[in-house]
């Protein structure tokens, strides 16, 4: 089966306004900026007959399509695959000195693939493999819905792009995304094709 996937980057959040590492156990909620840009999720899918939202089980992932549901009969499914990955003990704090050389370590590693590094009880990338690969086989390629919406986090959505597109992760940070940034794919016979990545305004 044919398929157009579309994947948003949830809005502007309260800890993307304080410049502080999110990850899956610091939930904050929409800031000012992100309850703007939910009207602006809505004006884009209003139109678009999506037969499936999944999102991630954060507050901002949530409250990003929280309007658009409202309005909308579409189905909304959360799923623990979707979340942030897990930064361990950098979550909650500023992105800068001592945290954000931890972090660009974590990257540099995961670059390498090296699958099981883990740095103050981050997660490790064989688990974030596992989880956003049973993702795409279990909720795009083996589901019955041929328009998806998915809702999640600036690197998970990396990680999706990559896996998806069978591409090295040396390459992961070539995808760059602020808060609302949109990818639509077209998957033909299981195989992946970008129509269109933008900025929704």
Do not use: C
């Not at 590492?21 to 007959?49: A, E, P, R």
């Not at 981050?122 to 690969?133: M, V």
């Not at 819905?145 to 690197?155: A, E, N, P």
């Not at 992961?172 to 129509?195: G, V």
């Amino acid at each position: 089966m044919n398929k157009v996937i579309y994947i948003l980057r949830h809005a502007h959040s309260i800890s993307n306004q304080k410049n502080i590492f999110q990850g899956n156990k610091i939930d904050t909620g929409l800031s000012d900026i992100g309850i703007k840009q939910q009207k602006i999720v809505f004006k884009y899918f209003k139109n678009i007959n999506l037969d499936t939202v999944y999102i991630s089980e954060s507050k901002r992932s949530f409250q990003t399509i929280e309007y658009l549901i409202m309005k909308r009969n579409i189905k909304l499914k959360k799923t623990h695959l979707l979340n942030e990955v897990g930064w361990g003990k950098i979550e909650g704090k500023k992105k800068d000195g001592i945290y954000k050389i931890d972090y660009n370590k974590i990257i540099e590693y995961w670059k390498m693939n090296d699958l099981e590094f883990t740095i103050n009880n981050s997660e490790k990338l064989l688990l974030i493999k596992t989880r956003i690969n049973n993702f795409i086989v279990d909720k795009i390629i083996n589901t019955k819905s041929d328009k998806i919406l998915i809702v999640s986090h600036s690197r998970i959505i990396k990680f999706l792009l990559i896996f998806l597109f069978n591409e090295r992760l040396e390459n992961i940070d070539k995808y760059t995304h602020k808060n609302i940034y949109l990818y639509k794919i077209y998957l033909f016979k299981n195989k992946p094709y970008m129509l269109k990545s933008k900025l929704l305004k």
